[in-house]
């Protein structure tokens, strides 16, 4: 149980462009949904942490115009990078938290978004 | 200050030994404590968490957290070549939901 996917797993796009991820729950249902960005031989940073039918809560220095997200549901986030650049090129991690959880948060298997 | 620090490593250990890596965090409200391990191009995994002052044992895993120190380590015994992977400490803070990870230690056991 607790299944977490993301799509796509890859991705490469043109400057300039908009590229959207989706974060699914599989088998339980998400209030919460966090969303990480984690460059080469870094740790995992928090961009935002959305809950089910409310407007996301950005972090510090994360454009929430640039970086929108769209929880609609509760088995569904969605992160939309827009007019992507090349330093926007990460690995993007969703996780999701079930309602009553106190301690877990599972992990999609992550977005690799490469912008030429 | 990070709010979570952890040594980058790498940390080498032979197979078979005991690998101890530690973390330390900035706030002392926090909560709970966990540890996940991440294999390259991959997202992290659970290995446990805790949240009580001592010992938590799960496999050849034990946490230990010490909060008046504000230091929590991950023992890992008999250490296998599949345990080499960057090792994250994660804490949760006085924000409910809100995560905060170090940077992680690499572990390479060496057969």
């Known amino acids: 149980g607790a299944v977490v996917s993301q799509h796509p797993s890859r991705v490469i796009c043109k400057s300039g462009t908009s590229v959207k991820i989706e974060c699914r729950s599989l088998d339980f249902q998400a209030t919460t949904m966090f969303w990480y960005r984690q460059f080469p031989k870094q740790s995992l940073m928090l961009m935002a942490t959305?809950?089910?039918?409310?407007?996301?809560?950005?972090e510090q220095g994360v454009e929430k115009d640039k970086f929108l997200i769209n929880h609609a549901s509760l088995t569904l986030s969605t992160l939309t990078v827009t007019s992507a650049h090349p330093e926007d090129s990460s690995f993007y991690i969703c996780s999701a938290r079930e309602r009553g959880d106190l301690y877990e948060q599972y992990f999609g298997p992550g977005t690799r978004l490469t912008v030429t | 200050q990070k709010e979570v620090e952890q040594n980058s490593g790498p940390l080498s250990v032979p197979e078979g030994a005991i690998a101890s890596l530690n973390c330390t965090y900035s706030d002392r409200g926090s909560q709970s404590f966990f540890w996940y391990r991440q294999y390259s191009g991959k997202s992290p995994e659970l290995i446990m968490f805790?949240?009580?002052?001592g010992d938590k044992e799960d496999g050849r895993f034990t946490a230990q957290l010490n909060k008046a120190s504000q230091y929590v380590s991950l023992l890992i015994r008999d250490s296998q070549p599949s345990d080499s992977a960057t090792y994250l400490c994660a804490v949760k803070g006085y924000n409910f939901n809100k995560f905060y990870f170090g940077s992680g230690t690499k572990l390479n056991v060496k057969p």
């Open positions: 805790i949240y009580s002052n």
């Open positions: 959305s809950n089910e039918g409310s407007k996301a809560t950005y």
